[in-house]
């Protein structure tokens, strides 16, 4: 499931844009992002009626309902405020913009698992090139594989801070091994030597001690 930071980011981001409010909430109506308060208790209570319905958007109390699927069933239901057709079309794009980013996440996570299965060694040879394969993961570069350890509970935001580092993330995989340790997989250029790989490690270390993170070790493979 997609964070509910990056639920609010979006419909934050949309309604700067639009200036339509704009809620996201689960299929059982519990509010997980929204840009109003106060009103949402008049009118979520319908969602999970509107789940269960055949309709793909509904009109409920002023708010256009729209379903956002998951392997067709009902992830989120976006709520847009207004009964006009230009509150309708936004309440579209926003439901649009939830699915994909649904479908991101997804991927992500399906990387992030090969990734974490192939350094524990729990692939046969021939479904690492096939899941490689499925995953558009090129199998022919040369890669370096970093592992960052935090010591305290209060680094667990690490794993964000070295993301931000790499923000395009289209060839590198970073995910969590547990709370304190991280592990970035980096695609490398035929040129790049020892030295490239240092300077990358040190960028890392001086990012994650400029967020005042504590006791932070990495290893290089």
Do not use: C, W
């Not at 794009?93 to 698992?113: E, G, H, M, P, W």
């Not at 490689?132 to 935001?157: C, F, G, Q």
């Not at 695609?187 to 020892?194: R, S, V």
């Amino acid at each position: 499931m997609i964070s509910n930071q990056i639920l609010q980011n979006t419909i934050d981001g949309l309604k700067t844009i639009t200036r339509i409010e704009l809620s996201v909430m689960d299929s059982e109506g519990k509010v997980l992002a929204t840009t109003e308060e106060g009103k949402i208790d008049e009118y979520n209570f319908a969602v999970p009626d509107f789940v269960n319905s055949q309709a793909e958007s509904q009109l409920v109390q002023g708010y256009q309902f729209f379903k956002v699927y998951d392997d067709h069933a009902v992830e989120y239901v976006i709520s847009a405020r207004g009964e006009a057709e230009d509150v309708y079309k936004i309440g579209k794009i926003a439901s649009f913009q939830i699915t994909n980013l649904l479908v991101a996440y997804k991927v992500r996570i399906d990387k992030d698992n090969f990734i974490k299965n192939l350094l524990l060694d729990n692939l046969l040879l021939v479904d690492i090139y096939n899941r490689a394969k499925k995953l558009h993961i090129d199998t022919d570069v040369k890669r370096v594989t970093y592992i960052v350890e935090t010591k305290a509970e209060k680094d667990n935001n690490a794993l964000e801070v070295v993301r931000s580092i790499f923000p395009q993330k289209t060839k590198e995989f970073i995910t969590a091994v547990d709370e304190k340790n991280i592990i970035l997989v980096k695609e490398l250029k035929d040129t790049d030597g020892q030295d490239e790989i240092d300077r990358i490690a040190r960028t890392i270390l001086d990012t994650l001690n400029a967020e005042a993170m504590s006791s932070v070790y990495i290893a290089m493979g």
